[in-house]
């Protein structure tokens, strides 16, 4: 922390709750910059955070504002980044670019995981994670979130990868870098806006406190890095994987034909579903991240206990 601490503000409520030992889930925020449109964005963040507080721990979103690595947002600073324009969408690599030019922008998984490891925060809740784009075997499009997974020690509960993208590839190169992929509660890799994919659970459990025991197991032998726990969508919400299947198929066509590349695939991959659903992905989108946020206090709570 001592190298970005004079970049940093930490709320006075994440601040009081880490000095205390008591559970903090982190938040990412490029799901609010570039993730949703306003005002779901902004109402997702809220609900989302009041989750955190209804299950016993504290929610701490991340974002950098005028140069700063916020750690906990006020409920005024929330609301003014869900309508912020031209807001960065920071990784690692462009992390202190935005400091030192105090600029704003939203955290990806990658620099998420990067500012609470910074803050002392061991529980991060998201979407979906980033990771191997389909056709990267020629456009080498792969997300830095799976090179932070393989090295920073922060548990990221997600809906599992975006479903855009190569799913089967992007468990590969995590297994390559060590990640260990923990499904909550089925042997089947969900597919984001489905609970359901062809791909099995390289490793299954059933319980928050089984999951913050095994983190505690891995740091007792000096495993370095994150964890993955890939956490199915709630039955009701999903919206099934063949029907899926041909939005993304479009989707990525509609990517292609208008040249899209780099940071900017995701961000409209994820604009272009919410068309082709009729908002649809939009509404699954968010009762997949309120449930991820609820396994994150869980597991917060059961390492702080």
């Known amino acids: 922390m001592n190298a970005l601490n004079p970049f940093i503000d930490i709320a006075e409520e994440v601040k009081s709750a880490l ?11 490029t799901i609010i910059t570039h993730g949703m449109p306003y005002p779901e964005n902004s ?24 140069g700063r690595i916020k750690i906990g947002l006020t409920d005024a600073e929330r609301e003014a980044l869900a309508q ?5 969408k920071l990784s690692r690599a462009d992390l202190a670019f935005a400091l030192s030019q105090k600029r704003t922008g939203g955290t990806t998984v ?26 990267a075997e020629t456009s080498f499009d792969i997300s830095a979130d799976l090179e932070e997974l393989g090295r920073t020690p922060v548990i990221v509960v997600s809906a599992g990868a975006k479903a855009i993208l ?11 870098k060590g990640v260990p992929v923990v499904v909550y509660g089925s042997d089947t890799f969900p597919a984001f806006w489905s609970r359901q994919s062809p791909l099995k659970a390289p490793l299954r459990l059933d319980d928050a406190a089984e999951i913050a025991a095994f983190q505690q ?42 040249g899209i590349s780099g940071k900017a695939v995701t961000p409209y991959l994820l604009a272009a579903m919410l ?26 709570l059961s390492l702080a206990g």
């Open 19 to 29: 000095a205390a030992g008591r559970a903090v889930v982190a938040l990412e925020s």
């Open 217 to 258: 197991a891995r740091e007792a032998i000096g495993i370095v890095g994150g964890m993955l726990i890939a956490n199915p969508i709630p039955e009701a919400s999903e919206i099934p994987a063949e029907i899926m299947a041909g939005h993304i198929r479009e989707a990525l066509a509609r990517a292609e034909r208008d």
């Open 275 to 300: 068309d082709i659903t009729k908002g649809e992905s939009l509404v699954a989108n968010i009762a997949l991240v309120e449930n991820n946020a609820r396994l994150g206090a869980k597991i917060a």
């Open 84 to 88: 912020v324009k031209g807001a960065m």
């Open 43 to 66: 109402r997702m963040a809220a609900n989302v955070e009041a989750i955190i507080r209804e299950e016993g721990a504290v929610p701490a979103t991340i974002a950098i504002i005028d």
């Open 166 to 176: 190569d799913v089967e590839k992007t468990l590969e190169v995590l297994e390559t």
């Open 110 to 135: 990658a620099a998420t995981m990067l500012a609470a490891q910074l803050a002392g925060i061991k529980v991060f809740a998201t979407g979906g994670i980033g990771g191997v784009h389909k056709g």
